[in-house]
């Protein structure tokens, strides 16, 4: 499987835009790019996942770079409830992985009021 | 709706001891997983399921650990003789069609097992 690299760890002002980073050099053609965050005692959570071409939803943001090897994903607005484990994942549109997701160490995003 | 949802939340089991660990997923979704989640790590694959079919395993770290899902809607994930190193928070998650990767993953609470 294709890995992920993200820093250990940013932190933000509430109000403010925050980047998370990820690094994905030997993403295949075929790879969609998933992030999913994890709160405090919970579940991870689905965040956003795209392909090729920037995306938006409620909750954020993503933007991928032209040649795949790289994306960020954008909170425009963070709040304290957006403290969280933020894990960006690949996952493949063949193979016989069925699916699940392959975790790393994630960034550990901390909100300051 | 009713999101994914699992039980016990917490279980103490003494070493040696059986234990069954159980996830309700949300109705109709074909697919579902079990993670196991160490302190301080990301979650790690331990199973899938579609439907009742278990069709990959490959991440259930010993003979000690099985799951089931024998009516394709909720599953049970059994560790017998527990040993400390069992002691993590298991993670259950479901979808519609977890083989796509267009789908998305719902996670239930964990169940957070402690071995002493």
């Known amino acids: 499987d294709a890995k992920t690299t993200q820093p250990n760890s940013m932190e933000s002002n509430e109000e403010e835009p925050v980047h998370l980073p990820c690094n994905h050099s030997?993403?295949?053609?075929?790879?969609?790019i998933h992030w999913y965050r994890q709160l405090p005692s919970q579940g991870p959570e689905y965040v956003i996942h795209?392909?090729?071409s920037n995306v938006n939803n409620r909750m954020a943001s993503l933007a991928i770079a032209e040649d795949r090897k790289s994306s960020t994903l954008i909170l425009h607005r963070a709040t304290l409830r957006d403290a969280a484990v933020y894990y960006c994942i690949l996952r493949s549109a063949g193979g016989t992985s069925y699916g699940k997701l392959t975790f790393g160490q994630g960034t550990i995003l901390t909100v300051h009021p | 709706g009713a999101g994914v949802s699992q039980s016990p939340r917490y279980k103490v089991a003494k070493r040696g001891q059986d234990v069954a660990l159980r996830c309700d997923p949300i109705s109709g979704h074909v697919s579902l997983f079990w993670y196991q989640q160490a302190l301080g790590q990301g979650p790690e694959f331990l199973t899938y399921f579609q439907n009742e079919a278990q069709l990959d395993k490959s991440g259930l770290p010993s003979d000690r650990f099985f799951a089931e899902r024998p009516e394709g809607s909720v599953s049970t994930l059994k560790i017998q003789r527990t040993q400390q190193e069992d002691s993590a928070v298991y993670l259950c998650?479901?979808?519609?069609?977890?083989?796509?990767?267009?789908?998305?993953?719902?996670f239930g609470p964990g169940t957070r097992l402690t071995v002493t």
């Open positions: 795209g392909l090729t």
């Open positions: 030997t993403i295949s053609g075929t790879d969609y």
């Open positions: 998650a479901s979808s519609q069609l977890g083989q796509l990767p267009t789908y998305e993953q719902y």
